[in-house]
């Protein structure tokens, strides 16, 4: 069965700072690798994928994140982070085939003016 | 706007009572899902269903009971409400074909609690 770790509760960053958070994930075949963004009083919204290919994948507002299949780790990223980015973020893996996502447990991310 | 829309938003509930979460989509997605958000436990999976008259259990679905009658409609029943059913639900949606590469559209969320 698949699962997914997200080692940090909370992590925080100054803004204008790059920013890291952290993902594992264990899956029986090849991963497919989600990013979702869940702002205050809000549902989640989809950041970004990885399915196959180049491992660095860029998606919205900025973020990209780094597949490494050795590691089984993938991280999200950003450059320079805003305060605007204070969210709750949550990596997700589903095995291949259209079986159910499984989510982490999220990483709540504070960026600090 | 095209989406998933969950009713109610927040819903207060003695233990013992039932009541239905709605979830309607529109669009035309074959795959829908239901998920529960408690604080340090992520969202975690309650049921799911592959297309109109097919239901399967999640992570978590004692409880609950689903149907599937139409394509658009995924309601979600908890039939004798118990306080650990204090959470946040949302339902998800996405089209079935593409594999494991379809993204997930979220509806705003149902706040229930349970006293």
């Known amino acids: 069965a698949q699962s997914v770790a997200q080692p940090e509760d909370q992590v925080n960053v100054a803004e204008g700072n790059p920013l890291t958070v952290k993902c594992t994930y264990s899956?029986?075949?090849?991963?497919?690798l989600f990013w979702y963004v869940q702002y205050p009083n809000r549902g989640l919204q989809f950041l970004l994928k990885?399915?196959?290919?180049?491992?660095l994948v860029k998606g919205s507002y900025g973020f990209e994140a780094e597949f490494n299949k050795s590691q089984t780790s993938f991280h999200l990223k950003k450059p320079s982070a805003l305060v605007s980015d204070s969210a709750l973020y949550f990596c997700?893996?589903?095995?291949?085939?259209?079986?159910?996502?499984?989510f982490g447990k999220g990483t709540r991310l504070s960026v600090i003016a | 706007n095209a989406g998933v829309t969950q009713t109610p938003k927040f819903q207060v509930l003695k233990t013992g009572q039932s009541m239905t979460l709605q979830c309607a989509q529109d669009?035309?997605?074959?795959?829908m899902s239901w998920y529960r958000q408690d604080p340090g436990m992520g969202l975690r999976l309650i049921h799911y269903?592959?297309?109109?008259?097919?239901?399967d259990q999640g992570e978590v679905p004692n409880g609950y009971n689903v149907s599937r009658s139409t394509t658009e409609d995924f309601p979600l029943r908890l039939l004798s409400a118990a306080p650990s059913q204090t959470s946040v639900y949302f339902c998800?949606?996405?089209?079935?074909?593409?594999?494991?590469?379809?993204?997930?559209?979220f509806g705003a969320g149902s706040r229930l609690t349970v006293l």
């Open positions: 990885y399915i196959t290919g180049d491992n």
């Open positions: 899956v029986s075949g090849n991963p497919y």
């Open positions: 998800a949606s996405t089209p079935r074909g593409g594999g494991g590469a379809n993204v997930l559209t």
């Open positions: 669009m035309n997605h074959e795959y």
């Open positions: 997700a893996v589903r095995d291949e085939g259209n079986t159910p996502l499984v």
């Open positions: 269903s592959v297309g109109a008259g097919i239901t």
